[in-house]
């Protein structure tokens, strides 16, 4: 079976929480969790679609990371280049990797705007996974399609302009380097 065939039945099967979560180690399944949540924190907010997808990737990793959510929320409001490093090493399970891309492009699209920094930290999670790029473009492109046929009211759209405050502000050296990251991209 080839990559599109795989990512498309699962989202068709599950649309999120491809994979049983709570079998993975408590570290795994913090990290999957907590770079969902900081993916969803890349607007400055994070809307009722997002929440409830959160919650449920939530309940997909068990009780305890599920009574830790709100704490996980809070804590993961600021981004964090270390953090997302430190989350990386902790995802061993190739499934897993895969999975986790999959989730953050669920996120992503679930207020039905793709803002430019969230495609940069999808991006540079998937390298650190070691996620080919054809692999992630193949991701990404099925879970538009399902997600913009499944909903007929209102399709994904693209936001490229200027970054969003939350990556205006310079008082941290994680937000200091996304900028350099980003002014290079240019």
């Not at 993975?24 to 907010?45: F, K, N, P, Q, T």
């Not at 490093?85 to 996120?107: P, R, Y």
């Not at 998937?126 to 009211?153: A, F, H, M, W």
Request: charged letters at 30%.
């Amino acid at each position: 079976m080839d990559n599109k065939t795989v990512i498309s039945s699962i989202l068709k099967d599950t649309s999120a929480c491809a994979f049983r979560l709570s079998e993975y180690s408590y570290e795994e399944r913090l990290a999957y969790v907590s770079m969902i949540v900081s993916l969803a924190w890349a607007d400055g907010s994070i809307d009722d679609r997002e929440r409830r997808l959160i919650n449920t990737i939530a309940q997909a990793a068990g009780k305890d990371i599920e009574d830790e959510l709100e704490s996980i929320i809070i804590q993961n409001r600021k981004f964090s280049i270390d953090k997302y490093n430190e989350w990386v090493l902790n995802i061993h399970d190739e499934k897993l990797k895969v999975g986790l891309i999959i989730d953050m492009f669920l996120t992503s699209f679930a207020d039905k705007v793709l803002m430019q920094s969230e495609t940069i930290y999808m991006k540079y999670i998937s390298q650190k996974l070691g996620i080919s790029q054809p692999l992630y473009t193949e991701i990404r492109k099925c879970v538009e399609d399902i997600l913009n046929y499944k909903d007929d009211e209102e399709k994904i759209r693209y936001e490229y302009g200027p970054l969003n405050n939350r990556e205006k502000q310079t008082d941290a050296p994680a937000e200091s380097l996304l900028e350099k990251f980003l002014g290079a991209m240019k």
